[in-house]
């Protein structure tokens, strides 16, 4: 057991938190990472959103750093989780850099680092996924150690995960030896789809008070719909709540690190698969022991950026090579330099909703004005093909009391949200922002334009802006290797692990695309 040599390696540990606080802890700190599946920016109750009630995050909001311009590596989940837990770009991760593929053993992770620094590692819920990393010779899930063995009894609503995350939590803290220090990576499945249609409103939430963003009709089903998604936000944000005061109650609290976020946007239409501000924005507070708090920072970062900051909070910077850029000097001083000038995002393939088993591959640039997305093949339906009919998702959605009319474009997860777009319920506009094929390039002025619906790349007068965003998107991907700048179409080879629709060409679970292979 490596855990009582900690006690020294961690004597410095705190040394750049020393001149905020006259106590410097000599104790390695805990690390709790919280995770929503599919939750967007900025629905929590600290970002000015009363009627979600999330007292979880805003407490570590207010008791740490709250940021309002953090954004994911990839709008999709086991890329997006890849990103995060190695600090790397998903062009640099090869399979890992694309959904419900593989998870290659070179690339480091966080939690390997420090379960070799004698740390307890585990999760709960929903991990690195989907995707296999047995095969690539991992002995376990990059999260770490399973503990999802309890199970609640009784459901929220038929949507709701059953696996019962505080007792799981509380089962991976009993076994850890006396003073060893944790990383617990709390991955709730939750708001992820399937919902129970109309339980938001059941559960007394008022469908007034619904914000309905821009890309979406304003209709009584969709609005219904997120209410759905807020009433999972809100449990999510409850076993997040629950652990914070098992921390308090063993006095761990004050000795914990904790960080949360979610892994990509809201699962509608026009957020969740996409580059758009609703597919790459997430929530994210982080607290930490003697670090700043009631900070907010507007300044771009990304959720690569976590894992050079773990390696800095456990004094370890160079254990592990980062695309990312610690936060340190953001969570320990009033004030900071600027952390960077812009984040850079991208995508390759979601689900199977192509023939060949093709993605979309698009990259973009995030700075404080602009949104810039480049689309590598926008000859390729960007939410999937139209067709065929999937009978596996009308069986699936079976549960959620909301009868799904419309197949195809499987990019989109099915819902009630998209079946009212598909119909061009409002007009046609909503469909063509989720579905239609897009230009190559697309600009979005921010502040003016949070909802990503008015591409302004075409006009004259930011000619100059666009030309500029681009050669600094390309530079970047050039000095990273990026296969589409380089000119390899490995992307496309890749395999997929998870089910494979009837689509033409190439659908073989599991194998390479040895069209791709350069």
Same mark, same amino acid.
């Given at each position: ?205 008022? &469908?007034?008070?619904?914000? @309905? ?9 969709? #609005?219904? /719909?997120? %209410?759905? $998604? ?107 330099? &600027?952390?960077?000038?812009? @984040? ?9 909703? #192509?023939? /060949?088993? %093709?993605? $979309? ?158």
């Amino acid at each position: 057991m490596k855990a009582k040599s900690l006690l020294g390696l961690f004597l410095m540990t705190f040394t750049l938190l020393s001149c905020q606080s006259e106590v410097v802890s000599k104790k390695a700190p805990n690390i709790l990472i919280a995770i929503a599946d599919d939750h967007s920016y900025p629905h929590a109750g600290v970002y000015g959103f009363p009627e979600i009630q999330t007292p979880g995050f805003d407490y570590i909001a207010q008791n740490g750093v709250l940021f309002h311009n953090a954004f994911v590596a990839a709008p999709q989940c086991s890329p997006s989780r890849a990103a995060i837990l190695t600090g790397k770009n998903i062009w640099e991760l090869e399979e890992a850099g694309t959904h419900a593929s593989n998870f290659p053993s070179k690339f480091k992770v966080f939690t390997e680092v420090l379960e070799e620094q004698g740390y307890f590692v585990g999760y709960t819920g929903k991990p690195w996924g989907p995707g296999n990393w047995q095969i690539t010779g991992r002995k376990q899930n990059p999260a770490g150690k399973e503990f999802n063995h309890h199970k609640l009894t009784e459901t929220l609503t038929e949507g709701i995960h059953p696996n019962n995350y505080i007792k799981n939590f509380k089962d991976f803290f009993s076994q850890r030896a006396q003073g060893q220090p944790f990383v617990f990576w709390y991955g709730a499945y939750e708001p992820h789809r399937v919902y129970e249609y109309g339980t938001g409103l059941k559960a007394g939430k008022s &469908i007034e008070a619904v914000e @309905v963003p821009e890309f979406l009709p304003d209709t009584e089903v969709v #609005r219904n /719909d997120v %209410l759905d $998604y807020v009433l999972e936000i809100e449990y999510f944000d409850s076993h997040l709540e629950q652990m914070i005061q098992f921390l308090r109650e063993k006095g761990e609290l004050e000795n914990t690190f904790i960080v949360v976020t979610a892994d990509n946007g809201m699962p509608f239409p026009y957020a969740k698969a996409n580059l758009q501000e609703y597919g790459t924005h997430v929530p994210l507070a982080i607290a930490m022991p003697h670090g700043e708090k009631g900070k907010v920072v507007n300044d771009p970062v990304g959720l690569i950026d976590l894992a050079p900051t773990l390696m800095d909070l456990v004094n370890l910077p160079t254990a592990m090579k980062t695309t990312g850029k610690s936060l340190m000097p953001i969570l320990s001083q009033k004030e900071h330099p &600027i952390h960077r000038e812009f @984040v850079l995002t991208g995508r390759e393939r979601h689900t199977h909703a #192509r023939p /060949d088993n %093709l993605g $979309y591959p698009a990259r973009a640039i995030r700075t404080q004005e602009y949104l810039y997305v480049y689309n590598f093949m926008p000859d390729r339906w960007p939410a999937g093909d139209p067709v065929p009919v999937n009978q596996e998702n009308d069986k699936r959605n079976k549960m959620t009391g909301f009868k799904l009319l419309y197949p195809g474009y499987h990019d989109v997860d099915p819902s009630p949200s998209k079946d009212v777009v598909m119909a061009k319920e409002g007009g046609d506009a909503y469909f063509d922002w989720a579905f239609s094929k897009r230009s190559a390039r697309q600009l979005y002025l921010i502040e003016n334009d949070p909802y990503c619906t008015h591409n302004v790349a075409q006009l004259k007068e930011y000619n100059a802006v666009v030309e500029e965003l681009h050669q600094k998107l390309m530079n970047a991907l050039y000095i990273q290797g990026d296969p589409r700048v380089t000119g390899n179409p490995v992307f496309d080879s890749y395999p997929r692990y998870s089910p494979m629709r009837n689509f033409p060409g190439f659908r073989q679970r599991g194998k390479y695309n040895r069209t791709f292979v350069k």
